[in-house]
């Protein structure tokens, strides 16, 4: 496969370049929002809420959005995301510009906020696939968490740009136009998620066959395994890295604990840029389940040795680290799940890979946080970095011996 493959389709270029600048616009609002929220309410509870939000709507609605990609033009899904995401923007500059917010209507905005994110994640990838086709598919899911990952990392330092210079309102209200370019690029690309799959697809599925795909899918081990194994990613470290990293930064005592903090939240995020940028330029790993199941423990490891070590240059580095782990073994899992998956049942399987990389997202402040209050956040997120590596060979034990179907396009 040829280097940066996915870049040579115009379309998938330009795809990806829209997809970081919507996940940067993401990341954004959240900057200006969880802001707000703090200094208006002070509301630890409410803190709260914003990750249960964020991630509940992944878990209960993902097969729901598979169904929508899999029966409808996956352009007007991801539109129809966009349009709810900058809603919710100007939702919040109203607001913000009265004065009226009040908690019952944050709470309101933040689970919309969640479902358009929801709407977003089949959808696109099977427009990648449409895009690059199935020879390019593995740089195509490669690239674009890379570019996802480079707007996660841009997005908290032009969020606080746009926090200091425009104020708030100024801030939220400008976000809006930072969404367009992906909307309005899908009124003129003619892929639909479905061409490719055009001779394959003999008619559209039913909204009742939503969650039959789950009794579809379980003889096929490599599908389960590589679903399972994005699930403790998530489960186990998730969101809860992002979350506890101001202790993290406060006990490493490298000085300013605010710098420290956001030096440590750049490497974390850093490692995934760098990461898909050097994987793609070498063409050193394809995709395979011994792949995934590697990268995986080696991001519960070097999360592991973050959590325990006194060593700040340590713990960068193995924030770094980890960031590539991460997306090699995300990317390769989602590869795998893609090339697998019946035309037919693309969406649905797709959006099952959702609710477990994405819902499970929520069991990480059980796992990391909620135990952390008992046994400290250091041990808490070593234990649970731990069991993720175990988790993880035993998944990938279970792909080997278990029975598979063969691959239906």
Same mark, same amino acid.
């Given at each position: 496969m040829r280097r940066f493959a996915a870049?040579?389709?115009?379309?998938?270029?330009?795809?990806?370049?829209?997809?970081?600048?919507?996940?940067?616009?993401?990341?954004?609002?959240?900057?200006?929002?969880?802001?707000?929220?703090?200094?208006?309410?002070?509301?630890?509870?409410?803190?709260?809420?914003?990750?249960?939000?964020?991630?509940?709507p992944f878990l209960l609605f993902s097969l729901l959005s598979g169904a929508l990609a899999d029966r409808y033009d996956c352009r007007r899904v991801i539109q129809a995301g966009q349009a709810l995401f900058m809603l919710v923007s100007a939702a919040w500059g109203v607001l913000f510009l009265t004065g009226e917010l009040e908690i019952w209507h944050a709470c309101v905005l933040l689970v919309l906020h969640g479902c358009a994110g929801v709407l977003w994640g089949p959808a696109e990838q099977?427009?990648?696939?449409?895009?690059?086709?199935?020879?390019?598919?593995?740089?195509a899911v490669r690239l674009n968490a890379t570019f996802k990952s480079l707007g996660v990392l841009c997005g908290p330092a032009v969020g606080s740009l746009l926090l200091l210079g425009l104020g708030p309102t100024g801030g939220i209200f400008a976000n809006i136009a930072i969404y367009l370019p992906l909307t309005i690029f899908l009124f003129r690309t003619r892929y639909t998620g479905h061409v490719r799959d055009a001779g394959t697809?003999?008619?559209?599925?039913?909204?009742?066959?939503?969650?039959?795909?789950?009794?579809?899918?379980r003889d096929d /081990? %490599?599908?389960?395994? =590589?679903? &399972?194994? @994005?699930?403790?990613?998530?489960?186990?470290?998730?969101? /809860? %890295?992002?979350?506890? =990293?101001? &202790?993290? @930064?406060?006990?490493?005592?490298?000085?300013n604990a605010g710098t420290a903090y956001g030096v440590l939240l750049f490497a974390a995020g850093v490692g995934g840029v760098v990461g898909g940028v050097v994987l793609e330029a070498t063409g050193w790993i394809r995709p395979s389940v011994p792949v995934a199941v590697v990268a995986t423990v080696v991001y519960g490891a070097t999360t592991l040795v973050f959590a325990v070590t006194g060593s700040y240059p340590l713990a960068l580095g193995m924030l770094v680290l980890s960031g590539i782990a991460n997306l090699v073994a995300t990317s390769t899992a989602q590869t795998v799940v893609q090339m697998r998956a019946p035309a037919a049942e693309r969406g649905r399987i797709l959006g099952l890979?959702?609710?477990?990389?994405?819902?499970l997202r929520l069991g990480s402040g059980f796992t990391v946080g909620a135990a952390g209050t008992v046994v400290g956040v250091h041990t808490s997120l070593a234990a649970s970095a731990g069991t993720m590596c175990v988790a993880a060979l035993a998944v990938g034990a279970y792909s080997a011996r278990g029975r598979t179907r063969p691959v239906r396009t």
């Open positions: 870049l040579r389709v115009a379309d998938s270029r330009t795809y990806l370049v829209g997809a970081s600048l919507a996940m940067m616009a993401d990341n954004i609002e959240h900057v200006i929002t969880y802001w707000v929220l703090w200094e208006k309410f002070h509301s630890p509870a409410l803190a709260g809420f914003q990750v249960i939000s964020h991630w509940l099977m427009m990648l696939h449409d895009f690059v086709g199935r020879e390019a598919l593995p740089s697809r003999q008619s559209r599925p039913g909204f009742r066959d939503t969650f039959r795909v789950l009794r579809d899918v /081990s %490599l599908l389960v395994g =590589m679903i &399972v194994l @994005a699930g403790l990613g998530a489960f186990f470290v998730g969101a /809860s %890295l992002q979350s506890t =990293m101001p &202790v993290f @930064a406060n006990d490493l005592g490298a000085g890979y959702g609710m477990s990389s994405s819902g």
